[in-house]
């Protein structure tokens, strides 16, 4: 299989590279790269794309979405999951292990992975840190990474046991592969369910601090710090949390951090009445913690975009705002809210398709992709930087739980090609 991508702006970032290039791909890798390729008699006649006026970037990598495969299937299932993605302009996405049962061993990794090969597009699997996500014991790290295990979580609660967290710290410097952290200290979280403040006052919801995500974070950049692991924290959604990563690079420390578009745009001001679709953990936050997770992209202190992509029934999400599950969808809109919200002031186009492909292929350490160098895997994003559109139903994903609907977009996935196959076009 052969395809011509031919007159786009290409815009590599681990190559420092943004310029009008044709790319070349064949059998699922890049075998050529160059100006004017297609006038070349090598390449006519071949099957080509005509990307004026497009960018085209290395495939868009998630690296934090819930597909809910097993046990879920009726909000998402690894292959609507990866549809999304598509749409969105992901090539590849790490879905996390809190599913039913929990991915907490070699066999079920197996049988995930086994089930995503016919998927439209790269879906990589966590383990989970400990047995069953039950923050007990530690869990079978070794033997899931061998598994093909891409990283290690509890997401969706913490590793409340600080000491298995930095035994699971340990392992992660030998298997490669980092633990994402999902900071939330228990007892702070309690029974909340939005950010605590005069919001959740005025609304009459019990509440959630910020230190309940600061505390573990700390914590954990703490262990990291002398353990010597791949510490990962995901969904930085507060101020302080920002800071305390901000604060460990500069001292050296080996720290990431992703941040979710909702983190971004919106604030716990802007939650109409008690309308479930804004109910995610960790929450909304205020308009400062909002910015500075934008500060915080801008600057570094953030490295990825990750949407937590967390599919929900209609039905679930219609228990209202206290007794609804957290979470809303993320994969299509994703790109997105980080073009509409962030390109210009926050973020230039080389480093917002950074924090969205190459920053997350080196936390995860995956070699051939985040980049589009000759022998790199054939999984091309091409964005329309100017494609006016409006977020609406029907989505690709099985769940429709987003407060997006309806908001007014610009820039959008117009192809999304993995191992060299248009698995989306506009
Ligand atoms: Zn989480």
Excluded at 172 to 200: F, K, T, W
Excluded at 263 to 280: A, F, N, R, S, V
Excluded at 312 to 339: D, N, Q, V
Aim: charged share 25%.
């Amino acid at each position: 299989m052969a395809l011509l991508i031919r007159d786009g702006l290409l815009i590599d970032p681990a190559r420092k590279v943004s310029a009008v290039l044709d790319v070349f791909l064949q059998g699922g890798k890049v075998a050529a790269l160059g100006r004017g390729l297609s006038k070349r008699s090598a390449f006519k006649g071949l099957p080509s794309m005509d990307c004026r006026g497009k960018w085209v970037v290395p495939g868009l990598i998630d690296m934090h979405v819930h597909l809910r495969e097993p046990g879920g299937e009726d909000s998402e299932t690894i292959a609507t999951g990866a549809l999304a993605a598509a749409r969105g302009g992901f090539t590849t996405v790490l879905a996390m292990p809190n599913t039913r049962p929990p991915t907490d061993n070699a066999g079920l990794l197996d049988d995930l992975r086994a089930r995503a090969a016919s998927a439209a597009v790269n879906v990589l699997f966590a383990g989970a840190v400990t047995l069953g996500q039950q923050g007990k014991r530690l869990g079978r790290l070794a033997a899931m990474r061998k598994a093909g295990a891409a990283a290690f979580s509890d997401d969706g609660r913490p590793v409340g046991d600080a000491r298995l967290m930095r035994q699971a710290l340990l392992l992660s410097r030998d298997l490669g592969v980092p633990v994402i952290a999902h900071c939330e200290d228990p007892e702070l979280m309690g029974n909340g369910v939005m950010n605590a403040g005069s919001v959740a006052a005025r609304k009459g919801l019990r509440g959630i601090p910020t230190a309940c995500e600061t505390v573990m974070a700390e914590r954990d950049i703490s262990l990291a710090d002398e353990a010597g692991g791949l510490l990962h924290i995901a969904h930085a959604s507060a101020a302080a949390t920002v800071h305390a990563l901000r604060r460990a690079k500069e001292r050296g420390s080996r720290v990431t951090g992703e941040a979710a578009p909702h983190h971004w745009t919106l604030c716990d001001k802007d939650i109409p009445g008690l309308d479930p679709d804004y109910k995610m953990n960790p929450p909304l936050r205020s308009p400062r913690d909002r910015d500075a997770v934008k500060a915080g992209l801008a600057d570094g202190a953030i490295d990825a975009v990750a949407s937590d992509h967390a599919p929900h029934t209609r039905e679930r999400k219609a228990l209202g705002f206290e007794k609804a599950p957290f979470g809303i969808i993320g994969l299509e809109t994703s790109l997105g809210l980080a073009m509409t919200e962030l390109l210009g002031r926050t973020l230039s186009p080389s480093a917002l398709v950074d924090r969205m492909t190459a920053a997350p292929a080196r936390i995860l350490g995956l070699k051939s992709k985040g980049s589009l160098g000759k022998g790199m895997d054939a999984d091309v994003t091409v964005i329309d930087p100017k494609a006016a559109w409006t977020v609406r139903p029907p989505f690709a994903s099985k769940s429709s739980n987003t407060p997006f609907v309806g908001m007014r977009l610009k820039g959008r996935a117009w192809a999304t090609i993995v191992s060299g196959k248009v698995v989306h076009a506009l």
